[in-house]
């Protein structure tokens, strides 16, 4: 069984920055994942990392938004910069272990105009 849980969400006014924070329980060494859901909004992926360090992003954030890892704090990382409003969403940590997936609880990120 793994726990993830998030740290770091927050408000910020546009064009301004913050660092979420997603700790598994267990060392875990697959591809993690960032999804975000807005109000009214389908969930959807955002960041990936597989486990040679491979980042994968989806164009509304690309070169805004930096996915990492630290397997040795069993943890990733979503740099967010130049934030927009319209990336006000819940973020949420996701991985895949032993044939599971786990998500964490979710981080509200508010971005104010």
């Known amino acids: 069984q793994v726990q993830l849980v998030e740290s770091g969400g927050g408000l910020v006014q546009a064009g301004g920055s913050l660092r979420l924070s997603c700790a598994a329980s267990r060392n875990i060494f697959s591809m993690r994942n960032w999804y975000r859901q807005a109000p009214g909004n389908e969930r959807v992926l955002v960041a990936t990392i597989t486990s040679s360090g491979t980042t994968t992003y989806a164009d509304s954030v690309k070169g805004r938004f930096t996915i990492s890892r630290d397997n040795a704090k069993n943890t990733v990382y979503l740099q967010m910069n130049s934030l927009k409003p319209e990336d006000t969403a819940v973020y949420y940590c996701?991985?895949?272990?032993?044939?599971?997936?786990?998500w964490g609880q979710g981080t509200q990120v508010t971005v104010s105009s």
């Open positions: 996701n991985a895949w272990h032993l044939g599971r997936d786990y």
